[in-house]
């Protein structure tokens, strides 16, 4: 018997109505992180969020890079440059601000961000996937399907990193 279709990992859940075929594990990994996430954060308390135990990066970096990270890389994946906005943002990542955000906060940034992926990954032709794209202010070398592949690693691998703070903090 299979499993309701909710307790299956997004990638195995089937297509993604209307994105293009060779972003569909990019996708399925953006969706998955969004609800491991999800996940970690319910009830997550806001006094925890900038704790560092043995120095690690805390659980508050973890969603602002998330949510940063992301951004980053797909406007890189559609040849511009960062915003000063983008720079301001990087710049502040890891430090809570004033007023300092909630969990729910951040994860709603996330969440955001997550969707204007999906919406930019459904907007990409695919015959550009291989086109040179330039990161950050020296311009090495990527292509677009490069940055998007990397935007799905790298969120994935910030969702394990905050999933150990998250559980080591809260204990």
Known sequence: MQPP???????????????????????????????????????????????????????????????????????????????PEQLAALAAEGKPSDPTPTVQE??????????KALAQLRQTNEETLTEARGVGRAQLPSTVIGLLTHAAEHTMRHVGQLSVTARVVRH
């Open 106 to 115: 951040l994860v709603q940034q996330f969440d955001g961000q997550v969707d």
């Open 5 to 83: 279709i909710e307790t299956r990992e997004v990638w195995l859940r089937g297509p993604i109505p209307n994105m293009p075929p060779l972003l569909q594990p990019i996708a399925h990994a953006l969706m998955q992180a969004r609800e491991e996430l999800h996940v970690l954060m319910q009830d997550f308390p806001d006094d925890l969020l900038w704790e560092r135990p043995a120095d690690v990066a805390s659980v508050g970096f973890h969603l602002q890079h998330l949510t940063g990270v992301l951004d980053r890389l797909l406007t890189y994946a559609r040849a511009e440059a960062l915003s």
